[in-house]
């Protein structure tokens, strides 16, 4: 849960669905298993290449919240555009 929780302070909405980060492969996939929709689902793969074959560099990542995201961190829907 600690390191969901670090994979989603490093990201910051971009649209009003779409959000984006920084991220290591593992944080990706991270996202993804726990409701996170790519916009794109080759950054997925991607991602799950660049895990298997050990290189833990980072990406620009873009993706939707899912319901399973935002149930389990309610403080999500006050940080949209920024704000604190």
Known sequence: ME???RAIKK???VHRDVWAGWLTPS???L???NGAKPNDDYYLSRAKEKQKSGDCS???FY???GKQI???FPA???NQHGQK
């Open 58 to 60: 980072t990406n620009w």
């Open 70 to 72: 935002k149930s389990k």
């Open 76 to 78: 999500i829907k006050k």
């Open 27 to 29: 944080e990706i996939i």
């Open 11 to 13: 990201c910051k909405q």
């Open 31 to 33: 996202l993804c298993e």
């Open 63 to 65: 993706f939707t919240l």
């Open 3 to 5: 390191k969901l929780l």
